[in-house]
């Protein structure tokens, strides 16, 4: 099973998603059968570590993602991975114009997807302050319990099924 988070600029809410997923995932059963990653819709940052208000945040909570790296949403993507849990509606929209036909199914908006029912989308932090990326990072902390919950119980959604 792999997993890529995916947001707009790779430096905020996606690389703390990708954080938050593989802290959760390597405290469950299911350590070491789940790959994860992230990327963005949009170029700007390719190459570039998280925002640092990003990676303080994530630090604050335990999680080091001080060595992840933005990049770009490519269209091998759609066949590497088996979701794309988006962070925002137009994260979805964008990803889900540039899936091959046959695979705009695994673009998915992740909160909802994860069976988070109080909240759609993880808002953007990247012009708000700590209270933002605070928000920010209970969102994908959740969102990836969720995730671990989705697909230990779930597994015909999940791994067993791709
Ligand atoms: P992210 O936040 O999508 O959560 O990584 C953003 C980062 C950078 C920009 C926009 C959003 N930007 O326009 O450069």
Redesign the pocket.
Known sequence: MRLLVL????????PMGEGALRARLDDSPLAGAVEVDSA?T?G??AGEPP?RRAIRCAAGHGVDISGLRARQLRRADFQAFDWILC?DEANLRDARTLAPAGLRERVVLWLPWAGIDDAREVP???TGGTAEFEAAWDLVNRAALATVERLTHAPALGIIDR
């Open positions: 947001c707009l600029g790779n430096i905020c809410r996606s963005g949009g700007w940052h925002d962070a953007d932090p990247y």
